[in-house]
């Protein structure tokens, strides 16, 4: 393995290529406990656990996993056309070491999008094997009846699918409804909502299996899963 010269550890993390991220060390945009660093060849034995670039600390790992409060009007889309995108959301370097959003919520939808640069994180995560719950909140523009529940916790036949989806809990809070779901189809809850006879007007998914969004997460804000969080779902 080549050596982990300060270059190749800037570039690791998204700061450009190599050529790039020795430019940064040139102009004295990057420092270790508070010294700026001159050399870009200078070489380190482990990977540093924070650098500090252009005034930003930032961790130095190379694997991502985000939990992001995902805001309507923002697409999970690396080329969004109607919307900003959510990577816009994130470090600019995240797009530059290849995050992806695990499945995806609808532009209309907000809460619990989770990312990752590990393949392998994303398809445990998305994989039906897992049987991952997924929970969501919704506002719906009709009563929600006996009946309704009824249905969808013995199962409907949405347009297109082959098989038949069923809420496997359902949960009512306040105004609101909470759906559980094991699959991920296309606006999966909106059509299960739609096939009994209702509609949906907002819907916020508030966790993947044992990982709950973040309260203290605005709109639009992220943060790191812990270690036992990404245990929790691979
Ligand atoms: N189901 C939907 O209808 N939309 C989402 O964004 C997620 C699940």
């Not at 300060?6 to 700061?15: D, H, K, T, V």
């Amino acid at each position: 393995m080549p050596a982990l010269t300060l270059e190749r550890l800037l570039a690791s993390i998204g700061y450009g290529s190599r050529k790039e991220a020795r430019a940064l060390v040139r102009m004295g945009l990057v420092e270790i406990d508070g010294k700026v660093l001159e050399d870009p060849f200078v070489e380190f034995a482990e990977r540093p656990a924070t650098i500090t670039v252009n005034g930003e600390e930032v961790t130095t790992q190379e694997k991502l996993y985000v939990m992001l409060h995902k805001p309507t009007d923002v697409e999970c889309s690396h080329n969004a056309r109607d919307h900003q995108s959510v990577y816009s959301l994130l470090p600019d370097r995240f797009s530059a070491m290849g995050i992806q959003s695990v499945g995806r919520l609808d532009a209309d939808s907000e809460g619990l999008l989770l990312l990752s640069n590990q393949g392998d994180f994303i398809h445990r995560v998305e994989s039906p094997k897992k049987g991952l719950l997924k929970r969501y909140r919704v506002t719906l523009a009709r009563p929600f009846t006996p009946e309704q529940e009824a249905e969808l916790l013995k199962g409907v036949m949405l347009k297109g699918e082959r098989r038949e989806v069923l809420a496997r809990a359902i949960e009512r809070d306040g105004e609101s409804v909470i759906i559980s779901i094991g699959e991920g189809l296309y606006h999966q809850v909106r059509r299960m909502f739609a096939a009994v006879g209702n509609h949906v007007e907002t819907l916020e998914r508030i966790s993947i299996g044992p990982v709950s969004l973040d309260e203290s997460l605005g709109r639009g804000g992220w943060r790191f899963l812990t270690d036992e969080e990404i245990q929790s779902v691979s």
